[in-house]
């Protein structure tokens, strides 16, 4: 039995966070907010960032996706934030706002922005969805094909009271997605909340056989591009926008 939670996810609204507290409590992993579209970097990212590492926690940025904002600059935003420190694990998408646009342009965006994060680092990104969003605004004739093509961190509360620890790993999956791909479940987010100055904080289960890889960086992590071809990313993006 996974003891429960060995992940975390947070961002300013946890306030100040001892990330000491964190890693005594045998949490693994973390999901650390970055940046929102092309507007706005999270204030605490940088001090959660170094001190979640500073404490030997695996983390994941998570950028939140605005498919009304260019597609380029929330991705120029993200890696300017992160600079040479990419987290242990892979990036996360955050995808849960349609800003008024409709199924193909959020799609259009999420695949987008995953590829030019594949191109940045050599790794796909994470997604991070709920059912409710992905069936609700992202059905374009049919499930959106980044739901079978990526790894998913998804969000589901099937019992959303405090101190609830599920039995049985068991996320609700958006329509077209594979269960073997949702590798992290954020099951509640009324979670007491560990070393925050806030009341609660979102406790998520990272399955531990894909949790356990990354606890240890993998060699050659992150690759640097060249000037051609940043060029050559940038000029896609910006015909595409």
């Not at 005594?24 to 605490?44: E, Q």
């Not at 992290?184 to 894909?210: P, R, V």
């Not at 992150?222 to 050559?232: F, Q, S, V, Y």
Request: aromatic share 12%; with cysteine.
């Amino acid at each position: 039995m996974v003891k429960l939670p060995n992940m975390v996810d947070l961002s300013r609204w946890q306030g100040a966070v001892s990330w000491d507290t964190i890693a005594a409590a045998d949490v693994k992993a973390a999901g650390i907010r970055a940046t929102v579209g092309s507007y706005y970097t999270d204030y605490r990212f940088l001090e959660n960032w170094q001190g979640a590492k500073a404490n030997g926690i695996a983390r994941t940025a998570y950028h939140v996706v605005r498919p009304d904002k260019p597609y380029a600059t929330q991705m120029s935003r993200l890696f300017a934030v992160l600079a040479d420190d990419l987290g242990e694990l892979p990036i996360t998408l955050d995808v849960e706002v349609a800003a008024g646009c409709n199924a193909k342009r959020i799609n259009e965006c999420v695949q987008w922005c995953s590829d030019h994060i594949k191109m940045r680092t050599g790794r796909r990104c994470l997604i991070y969805t709920a059912k409710w969003f992905a069936d609700g605004y992202c059905m374009d004739g049919g499930p959106a094909a980044w739901l079978a093509s990526h790894e998913l961190w998804l969000a589901s509360y099937p019992n959303n009271t405090p101190g609830y620890v599920p039995s049985l790993y068991n996320p609700l999956l958006p329509t077209g997605a594979k269960i073997e791909n949702a590798v992290i479940w954020q099951y509640t987010d009324k979670g007491i909340a560990i070393g925050a100055e806030s009341k609660s904080m979102d406790y998520d289960w990272a399955l531990s056989d894909w949790l356990e890889p990354y606890l240890n960086p993998p060699a050659g992590y992150p690759i640097t591009l060249t000037e051609e071809e940043r060029g050559a990313i940038m000029s896609v993006a910006r015909k595409l926008e």
